[in-house]
């Protein structure tokens, strides 16, 4: 089972997520910023490496959102999701094709990976759709 990390970065009520390249394992869909554990690392060291690598920004991590097993045909994963705070830097381009700040009623107009299916409906538990429509800003 391979350790894995994302963040759930909030502004108010939206949420950052983060569109996979194309030439990489689940290319295209939409994902929480993260990636593996290295050997010797904490959860919370690897995800504020992996926002650095991946966004070039610093994240405070904070608690454990919610953590999940799913069996890819490739790969197993153990998932946690920890909330954090951006502290330094504007979100890049780095890794990801794209980059948007959604709402939990636009969960449904994007294709995530498989294992964030639970956390998406967490989401939507935790933080109910807002009266007022909202529309989501694309970083470039």
Same mark, same amino acid.
Do not use: M, N
């Given at each position: 089972m391979t350790q894995v990390v994302a963040a759930l970065i909030r502004d108010q009520n939206k949420f950052m997520i983060c569109r996979r390249p194309?030439?990489?394992?689940?290319? $295209?869909l939409w994902e929480?910023?993260?990636?593996?554990? %290295?050997p010797g690392e904490t959860k919370e060291e690897a995800l504020v490496r @992996?926002?650095?690598e991946e966004l070039a920004v610093t994240v405070e991590v904070g608690e454990v959102?919610? %953590?999940v097993d799913h069996v890819y045909p490739d790969?197993?994963?153990? $998932?946690?999701?920890? #909330?954090?705070?951006?502290? @330094?830097g %504007?979100?890049? $381009? $780095? @890794?990801?094709?794209?980059?948007?700040?959604i709402t939990p009623e636009e969960i449904p107009q994007y294709s995530f990976c498989p294992a964030d299916q639970e956390i998406l409906?967490?989401?939507?538990?935790? #933080?109910? #759709? @807002?009266?007022?429509k909202t529309s989501a800003r694309c970083i470039r």
């Open positions: 194309a030439h990489k394992a689940r290319g $295209l929480f910023v993260g990636g593996k554990v %290295e @992996e926002c650095r959102f919610l %953590e790969i197993s994963v153990h $998932l946690t999701l920890f #909330y954090a705070t951006i502290t @330094e %504007e979100p890049q $381009l $780095l @890794e990801h094709c794209d980059v948007r700040w409906q967490q989401l939507s538990r935790r #933080y109910p #759709y @807002e009266s007022r």
